[in-house]
């Protein structure tokens, strides 16, 4: 989706990225709602979407997480509802190094519209290379724990 990240992982291949601004990060949040509408998912793409990074859940900022929120209408609404396959699912990826609130309010929507088999979230959780420090790590943790807890789910790790 976009470069910005929250982390700045010893593995990352982007190092030397430049982060998105916030009207290129909403810029891309349209162009791919846009063209989620002229993909036939059912019959073409029955196993779901994957939206990956950078790192998404971790913004913050109101405009960016309501237009996040409504790439996530449009995906219950043109990927997960219509579909016959009960495999279909949303899928991420996330380092989980941040308040986890964001997080929750994706996977919420999901879970009310289509159910929480609707999607698929994995933390990667990278001892050697992905932390800086501990608290990191341990915050990562924290927010595995808080996913499984709350939704009653087998995360990947």
Do not use: M
Not at 7 to 29: G, H, M, P, S
Not at 97 to 125: E, M, Q, R, T, W
């Amino acid at each position: 989706l976009w470069p910005n990240c929250c982390n700045n992982c010893d593995f990352c291949l982007r190092l030397n990225r430049t982060a998105y601004t916030k009207e290129q990060q909403l810029f891309w949040i349209d162009r791919i709602k846009k063209n989620i509408k002229t993909i036939d998912w059912k019959n073409d793409f029955p196993y779901g979407i994957s939206i990956l990074g950078g790192e998404i859940y971790y913004i913050t900022d109101n405009e960016l997480q309501t237009a996040f929120l409504d790439l996530i209408d449009t995906i219950i609404e043109h990927v997960l509802l219509p579909s016959d396959n009960p495999d279909c699912k949303y899928s991420s990826v996330t380092n989980g190094i941040y308040n986890p609130d964001f997080l929750f309010k994706v996977c919420d929507k999901i879970k009310d519209a289509c159910g929480k088999d609707a999607f698929d979230i994995n933390f990667s959780y990278d001892l050697k290379h992905r932390y800086k420090n501990e608290h990191d790590r341990l915050l990562t943790l924290e927010n595995i724990n808080k996913f499984h807890e709350r939704y009653d789910y087998q995360v990947g790790v």
